[in-house]
Structure formats: C-alpha cells, structure tokens
C-alpha cells in the first residue's frame, strides 16, 4: 500500500469536505485513486474534467503513484 | 436630458485654472481675473462656471473672460456627464464641450465683467491656498527600484494593456496597472455596478450603482493618472471584437468570469502572439497563469484541452466570495503585467498557481506544453446557440408539464432527498450522470431541464444541444423560482 497526501480545491473541496487528507491506497495511478475517492466522497464531475498534479507537476492520468506522493486534483475555476 | 454631473481631477483643474487665470491677467492687462467651476450634480439651469475679471475698460474684460471660460474648456481636467431622461446617461469629455454650442444649451455659465474693487481677488486666492505640492503622480518610489529605473519608467509609460472585466480581479488590476503609470489602459466590461459587487470592487460606491462599470472605472482611474490614456469598451468581449481591439496593446490581463470569455481571450492572445495574464477565484481559492507567446510555453488549452463549459463545473447555488480573494489575485496579475512590461522574467517555468487563502497554501504546479495542442492560430468559436433561447419560465411544473414539456431533474440524489418536488418529474437523472457520458435520456422528445436555481440545467441544455438533442429547454430559475 502506498501513503498519499491528497489535496482538494473548489468544488472537489466541498464536496469532500476537507481540504486534505492522508490515505493508504492500492491504486496504481492517479486514474485509479480518483475512482477511489470519488465514490467514497461523491464527486460529481468526471476525471475529463479535471487536470492531475503529483509532486508539484502535472502528469496524465495513467502516469505511476508512488508512495509518499502529494496529490492535487484541481478542476478549472472560472469566477472573477 | 434631466441633469448633469461634473467630476474633476481637482488637483491639476486647480493647477490648470489658476495658470489660465494667471495667462489672462497678464495677456489682456486686467487687474484681476477668478474663475470658478462647480463639480458634482448639477440640475438643468442652474450655474456650473463663473468668471470674473476686474479692469479699467470693459473691452479687455471681455476678452479675458472670453480667453479664460474658452481655456478652461479646453485645458481643465473636469468631464461632464449627461443624465438623459430614459435614464441612459454619458460622458462629455472637455474637448467636445468645447465644440462651439455644444455646451451652451445645458447648463448655464456666467461670464461677469467686474467694476473695480469687486470679489473676484479673494477667489483667485482662495484657489491658489488649495493647490497641493504634488498635482502630479510621483514614481519615485518604484523608480528607485534597481528593477524599474527611470528607463523601466518610460516603458511601462510607453506601454499598453487591455483589461477584460472590471469586477472583483479587474478592479485591483486597474487600479494597480494605472497607478504604476502605465501609458494606455483599455477597459472592456459590459456590466453596470450592482449594490452587491461593492464588497469586492472597492473602486466603485453606492453613488455608482447603476452606471457603466468601464466608465467609472475609467473616471477613477484618471484620477490616479491623468497622463495616462483609457479607452472605455462598455461590451462584452467575444470573438467579434477582441482580435481588434487586442492587437493594439502590449498585454492582455483576463479578468473575466466566465469560461467562454477566458477561452476567447487565449485564442486572441495566441493567434496575435501577445502575452496573456489569466486568474480566476471560487470562493477562498485562485488560480492564476500567464501565457507568453514561447515556443515552449503551454496556453490555456494546453492544461483545459476541453473547454469547460460555463455552470457544468461547481454547484448551484450562487457561488460566495470573499473580497479581499479577488484582491489578492488581481494584483498578483497587476505584477505579472508590469514584469511582462518591463522586460523581467515573469516566472522561472510555466505554471498555474494555485492559492488557497482560507488554508493559506500556495501550490506552484508546473506545466509543460500539451503535444496535442496544435497552439496554432485558429479561428474563435462561438457559441452557436444564443443562451437566452434555451431557457423556458413557467410558474408551477404542472403548468411547463402542461404545455407538453418532458420534466428532467438533474439534481444529485442527496439534494433530492433535502427537497422533494411535487410536480409532474419523469426523470431523475443527476448532473453527474450526464458528464460520465449518460446516454439514457432518448433523443426524441420536448425536455425541461430542472435544478435548484437553473445555472446546471442551462449549462446542460446547452451541452445537450450541441450533442445533437433537438428539443431541450431549461427552467428559468430552477425550482426556487416556482410555486409548488
């Protein structure tokens, strides 16, 4: 199992309800670990919505997690 | 035309007066010369210049006073603007009020020759005692900068930059852009000021609500300096316009609120190859990026490859924000565009930033250019169908059930459970069925999309529209806006 840190903004942060959190999970990428977290907090929008980050950079989706990564998923925001 | 409003840049109209009037004494001979010029509002009739010279022989009073109201339409920084009847209203700036009859049939100015011995000494005096030291902006102190100098100076003097939307970002944007001296600043903004913007535009005040956000701005900010050049586009931006009017400045800033609009403003900025400042905020949370026009630099369509589209991403219900978020982003943007002006590095590699200031973090997430992002000019698109025809008002569902309509709610399920509808719904299906590619809703078929306050299901109709669903409406409003 790897130990992620999980960091949510916008929306993704409300309906979480966190803005961050630790987990240990299987999941080979980051594809798989927003699966994950999204039927156990009930995000609403779908992975094409959404860019990925690992360690400060933006990554595809199927790109490897390893553990002790720092995670962000981020939706686009528009508001001014 | 109801009344008329006068606004002034006190300082130099003090400054500027005083030199006409100091001119006209020493032109025509006279013994003394006043003039004074009212601001604020003003109703139809009443006096808004009063002139008066003190001489020996009537002739030269005249023609001082002549010279004196003819240069003080001219040369004094004060714009006047026209309240019209229908409750449209405009500026005039001096130079057309200076047109001959363009000014005499509003308001009346009084041009008065005086016999020796009258008032018009004290007024010149009392204008002199209100001169202030410094009537011009002083830049010092980010010339002292070893970053800026006098040279930096004269290029952000000699520079150029187009702001979209003068709300919550453009407002500090503004602000900061037109107090560094920038020579020419253009504003696009199609809104009027609503009461409940003032909590995050602090440029405007109650006396504001209801006017031209872009001509307010404008007036204020030559307050800041009158040097300097605003161009006013009281419209939206879109792909009909931006081209042209961008490819006059240096840099664009973005400060839009709305997906369309920022998509629009990348693809101006890459088919014109001029550096573009892009922020947005939700809530407690920006995000900012610039876009130079580098062959390694990634736009906007590099991150979003697909455009989202506006009310798809979010929620609902009318989204908060506190002012100072804006704020804090829109100076960020500010000091990106000065870097870009002048001539600094902007940022050691690409990035969005991403800032939370409830949680205080900063998150700078580095990008690369998308392979699959041609990032070559392409024509802007529209969208094809006018939103305004989307959306469908009815008082009850019964009666949009009524009049043949098919009811979808797209509300998630947990919203459902909060607020049940008595009304005639045939289908639940959530927002977030559709966006994972739900293709349970036939095509065939009159539908009336329905959410909370209407922002999802217009989105989706116009979503479902383009996807090729003839007959798809939204509920104006959503279900806060009809009785049960």
Same mark, same amino acid.
């Given at each position: 199992?790897?130990?992620?840190?999980?960091?949510?903004?916008?929306?993704?942060?409300?309906?979480?309800?966190?803005?961050?959190e630790?987990?240990?999970?299987?999941?080979?990428?980051?594809?798989?670990?927003?699966?994950?977290?999204?039927?156990?907090?009930?995000?609403?929008?779908?992975?094409?919505?959404?860019r990925?980050?690992?360690n400060?950079?933006?990554?595809?989706?199927?790109?490897?997690?390893?553990?002790?990564?720092?995670?962000?998923?981020?939706?686009p925001?528009?508001?001014? | 035309?109801?009344?008329?409003?006068?606004?002034?840049?006190?300082?130099?109209?003090?400054?500027?007066?005083?030199?006409?009037?100091?001119e006209?004494?020493?032109?025509?001979?006279?013994?003394?010369?006043?003039c004074?010029?009212?601001?604020?509002?003003?109703?139809?009739?009443?006096?808004?210049?009063w002139v008066?010279?003190?001489?020996? @022989?009537?002739?030269?009073a005249?023609?001082?006073?002549?010279?004196?109201i003819?240069e003080v339409?001219?040369?004094?920084?004060?714009?006047?603007?026209?309240?019209?009847?229908?409750?449209?209203?405009?500026?005039?700036?001096?130079?057309? *009020?200076?047109?001959?009859?363009? @000014?005499?049939?509003?308001?009346?100015? +009084?041009?008065?020759?005086?016999?020796?011995?009258?008032h018009?000494?004290d007024?010149?005096?009392?204008h002199?005692?209100?001169?202030?030291?410094?009537?011009?902006?002083d830049?010092?102190?980010?010339?002292?900068?070893?970053?800026?100098?006098?040279?930096?100076?004269?290029?952000?003097r000699?520079?150029?930059?187009?702001?979209?939307?003068?709300?919550g970002?453009?407002?500090?944007a503004?602000?900061? &852009?037109?107090?560094a001296?920038?020579?020419r600043?253009g504003?696009?903004?199609?809104?009027?000021?609503e009461?409940?913007?003032?909590h995050?535009?602090?440029?405007?005040?109650?006396?504001?609500i209801?006017?031209?956000?872009?001509?307010v701005?404008a007036?204020?900010?030559?307050? =800041?300096?009158?040097?300097?050049?605003?161009?006013?586009?009281?419209?939206?931006?879109?792909?009909g316009? =931006?081209?042209?009017?961008?490819a006059?400045?240096?840099?664009?800033?973005? *400060?839009?609120?709305?997906?369309?609009?920022?998509?629009?403003?990348?693809d101006?900025?890459? +088919?014109?190859?001029?550096?573009?400042?892009?922020?947005?905020?939700?809530?407690?949370?920006?995000?900012?990026?610039?876009?130079?026009?580098?062959?390694?630099?990634?736009?906007?369509?590099?991150?979003?490859?697909?455009?989202?589209?506006?009310?798809l991403?979010?929620? *609902?219900?009318?989204?908060?924000?506190?002012?100072?978020?804006?704020?804090?982003?829109?100076?960020?943007?500010a000091?990106?565009?000065?870097?870009?002006?002048?001539?600094?590095?902007?940022?050691g590699?690409?990035?969005?930033?991403?800032?939370?200031?409830?949680?205080?973090?900063?998150?700078?997430?580095?990008?690369?250019?998308?392979?699959?992002?041609?990032?070559?000019?392409?024509?802007?698109?529209?969208?094809? +169908?006018?939103?305004?025809?989307?959306?469908?008002?009815?008082?009850? &569902?019964?009666?949009?059930f009524?009049?043949?309509?098919?009811?979808?709610? +797209?509300?998630?399920?947990?919203?459902r459970?909060?607020?049940?509808?008595?009304?005639?719904?045939e289908w639940?299906?959530p927002?977030?069925?559709?966006?994972?590619g739900?293709?349970?809703?036939?095509?065939?078929?009159?539908?009336?999309?329905?959410?909370?306050h209407?922002?999802?299901? =217009?989105a989706l109709?116009?979503?479902?529209?383009?996807?090729?669903?003839?007959?798809?409406?939204?509920?104006?409003?959503?279900l806060?806006?009809?009785?049960?």
């Amino acid at each position: 199992m790897k130990k992620i840190t999980l960091q949510y903004f916008a929306v993704l942060r409300e309906q979480a309800g966190c803005s961050e959190e630790r987990l240990e999970t299987a999941a080979a990428t980051p594809a798989e670990l927003y699966e994950e977290v999204r039927a156990r907090h009930g995000f609403t929008l779908p992975l094409s919505m959404l860019r990925v980050a690992v360690n400060e950079e933006f990554r595809d989706w199927s790109s490897p997690l390893e553990s002790s990564d720092r995670v962000v998923f981020i939706p686009p925001v528009a508001g001014g | 035309m109801r009344r008329l409003e006068y606004e002034a840049y006190a300082a130099l109209a003090e400054r500027e007066g005083e030199g006409i009037v100091a001119e006209a004494v020493a032109k025509y001979g006279v013994q003394h010369a006043a003039c004074i010029h009212r601001i604020g509002d003003l109703a139809l009739g009443e006096m808004a210049v009063w002139v008066g010279v003190s001489s020996r @022989h009537r002739a030269e009073a005249f023609a001082a006073c002549r010279y004196i109201i003819d240069e003080v339409k001219h040369r004094v920084p004060i714009w006047k603007k026209e309240h019209y009847v229908d409750g449209d209203s405009g500026w005039v700036n001096c130079e057309r *009020c200076a047109q001959p009859g363009a @000014h005499e049939s509003h308001a009346d100015q +009084i041009v008065t020759p005086l016999a020796e011995g009258a008032h018009g000494h004290d007024h010149a005096h009392a204008h002199a005692a209100m001169t202030p030291q410094h009537a011009l902006p002083d830049f010092s102190r980010q010339i002292a900068l070893p970053e800026v100098g006098a040279a930096g100076q004269q290029r952000l003097r000699a520079g150029s930059v187009l702001v979209i939307g003068a709300g919550g970002l453009g407002v500090p944007a503004l602000q900061y &852009l037109a107090a560094a001296g920038v020579g020419r600043i253009g504003i696009v903004e199609g809104d009027v000021v609503e009461a409940s913007n003032l909590h995050r535009q602090p440029l405007y005040g109650v006396a504001d609500i209801g006017k031209s956000k872009a001509a307010v701005a404008a007036a204020r900010l030559r307050e =800041l300096n009158p040097e300097a050049t605003f161009a006013v586009h009281a419209e939206r931006a879109g792909a009909g316009n =931006l081209v042209d009017w961008l490819a006059r400045y240096d840099v664009v800033v973005d *400060c839009s609120d709305n997906f369309a609009t920022k998509f629009t403003v990348n693809d101006a900025a890459v +088919i014109l190859g001029k550096p573009a400042v892009f922020a947005s905020v939700y809530q407690y949370e920006g995000q900012l990026q610039v876009y130079l026009p580098r062959e390694d630099w990634p736009c906007l369509r590099c991150l979003w490859p697909e455009a989202p589209r506006d009310g798809l991403v979010g929620n *609902c219900a009318q989204a908060g924000v506190l002012g100072p978020v804006p704020a804090v982003l829109g100076a960020m943007q500010a000091m990106q565009a000065l870097k870009i002006l002048l001539g600094l590095p902007v940022e050691g590699a690409p990035a969005l930033h991403v800032f939370d200031l409830l949680g205080m973090h900063w998150r700078t997430l580095h990008a690369a250019r998308n392979p699959a992002c041609d990032h070559s000019p392409r024509e802007l698109q529209t969208d094809a +169908i006018d939103p305004a025809a989307l959306e469908l008002a009815y008082p009850t &569902l019964a009666a949009a059930f009524a009049s043949g309509l098919t009811l979808v709610d +797209i509300r998630e399920p947990w919203e459902r459970a909060r607020d049940v509808p008595a009304g005639p719904i045939e289908w639940h299906l959530p927002l977030s069925a559709f966006l994972q590619g739900s293709t349970a809703l036939p095509r065939e078929g009159r539908y009336l999309i329905v959410c909370a306050h209407g922002v999802r299901s =217009l989105a989706l109709a116009g979503h479902l529209r383009a996807l090729g669903y003839p007959a798809v409406y939204s509920l104006a409003g959503g279900l806060a806006a009809v009785s049960a």
